[in-house]
């Protein structure tokens, strides 16, 4: 088995953490949206215009922002985007805005695009697409049945559990 | 097509979209009504000069290459409708 080796010269990152007491059934964060900023607002120090919730899914390609949401804070929109969901049949061409949003622990992340749709399940606000995740590093884990969930930006190391150092050792061998 | 007043910035840009992606292949193109103002190298910095001169909403951001993938998204997921 090869061996988990932790990286030399670790680069700064920004990172959060929710713990939660028992298993969560969905990953859901605090969010803030404001309009895109031209300069570097996490060395500006602007605070975001509207704070919601939003929704960690990874079978969203791209992030999305919900229509009453979109008309709430006067976003319009600076292109399309071809949409293929599970609901319904065919594509549709629906708005795209170009925000920045506000992770927790005040992650900034300019210039994304949303896309507007109609959120359905859930008192949140935005979906967290792939688009988001993949800017860093994600874990889930369950140790105790107690849900952990943490993100950093950039992203760092990969986590290979068939690799040897997370704790513990992996019964049988490695397929 | 969505009810936004970029319907006909968008039909513009799919009329000019060959030519576009083999003249200015990889860039962001800036259209206002049936006018090309400007070519850029990434989406945010045609965005925050477009916000200079024009309202948003008024213009158009694409990215000059063919076919449809650039603007298309896949949902895997039953939390968003696009109804």
Known sequence: ?175 | MATSPLKSEFEFYLSKQSELARTHKGEFVLIVGDNIIGFYPSEVAAYHDAIQKYAVGTFLIERCVEGSEHYTKVFHTGRVSFA
């Open chain 1, 1 to 175: 088995m090869r061996a988990f080796k932790p990286i030399k010269n670790i680069p700064d990152y920004h990172a959060f953490t929710i713990r939660a007491n028992g298993t969560l059934s969905a990953i859901v964060t605090e969010i803030g949206v404001s309009l895109p900023q031209p300069t570097n607002i996490v060395a500006g120090g602007i605070a975001p215009s509207e704070m919601t919730l939003a929704l960690w899914d990874t079978g969203a390609e791209c992030s999305v922002i919900n229509e009453a949401t979109a008309k709430k804070l006067g976003l319009q929109p600076f292109t399309f985007a071809k949409v293929f969901g599970v609901h319904g049949a065919g594509d549709k061409l629906k708005n795209v805005y170009l925000v920045d949003l506000f992770l927790p622990n005040r992650i900034a992340v300019q210039g994304v695009r949303v896309v507007e749709g109609t959120i359905t399940h859930g008192a949140f606000e935005i979906l967290i697409g792939m688009d988001i995740m993949t800017l860093g590093d994600v874990s889930l884990t369950h140790v105790g049945g107690q849900t952990v969930f943490s993100f950093r930006m950039p992203s760092i190391q990969a986590i290979d559990y068939l690799k040897a150092g997370y704790g513990g050792r992996m019964a049988g061998k490695p397929i």
